[in-house]
């Protein structure tokens, strides 16, 4: 039974030295170039008036979506966060739902994939804690509640952006194999029912993993209440 490869970074189309182009990197560029195209189109003819492209209205409904969910969780100004966490959102359900796409590998089910936009998280974390609480507010939480928790805080911080990355590695990488499975054993009902399933599970998984990710951030860039007020929020 010939199943489909482990990961996408398994199939290597060139190779000069260390440098590697692979399925992952093919197929991340592919989804980036859509995403832009599909900006470009929205944005192309912006209108205020009471005439507006369709393109337009699919994009006004989607950030203002994401806008409220991101305000929703956070109860903070959602004009922060939304660049990145509408980024990656977008960036992982694509490639998700794409998956549908015969001989369409998601880049998500590549751990390099994953264990990347996790990194980012990552990194915005400090970036956006220190932007809104100042140095020192934001390296007093590894303090909190006790000094001797810093080891603890940091280890912390490293082990929630490694489980960002596995928990969506894992479950995209396991929908392909059932699927892959079920194509093998049944190939004309079940695989039906697993692409539907692999729909929503994408969605999910993407929804998961910009929600914590919105998690990690807002709760390092919490302003103290005394600066919320001075700021108006």
Request: glycine letters at 6%; aromatic letters at 10%.
């Amino acid at each position: 039974m010939d199943l489909a490869p482990f990961s996408p970074d398994d199939v290597i189309l060139w190779q000069w030295g260390i440098i590697k182009l692979n399925y992952t990197i093919i197929y991340t560029w592919l989804v980036m170039l859509l995403l832009v195209f599909v900006a470009w189109m929205a944005t192309r003819n912006l209108s205020t008036g009471p005439a507006i492209s369709r393109w337009q209205s699919v994009m006004e409904i989607i950030v203002i979506t994401i806008n409220r969910q991101i305000h929703d969780v956070t109860h903070q100004n959602p004009q922060r966060f939304l660049p990145l966490i509408g980024t990656l959102f977008l960036f992982i359900v694509t490639s998700n739902l794409l998956a549908v796409v015969p001989g369409f590998h998601p880049p998500t089910s590549s751990l390099s994939t994953t264990t990347a936009l996790a990194l980012c998280v990552l990194f915005a974390v400090p970036i956006y804690g220190i932007a809104g609480r100042g140095v020192w507010g934001y390296l007093k939480l590894y303090l909190e509640p006790t000094p001797l928790m810093l080891p603890f805080n940091i280890v912390g911080e490293m082990s929630r952006t490694l489980a960002l990355a596995v928990r969506l590695f894992g479950n995209m990488l396991s929908g392909a194999k059932i699927g892959a499975i079920l194509l093998a054993v049944a190939p004309i009902f079940f695989p039906v029912l697993a692409h539907l399933m692999g729909l929503l599970t994408g969605v999910i998984q993407a929804y998961i993993f910009a929600i914590l990710a919105l998690v990690y951030i807002a709760s390092a860039a919490r302003r103290e209440p005394e600066q919320q007020v001075a700021e108006g929020e």
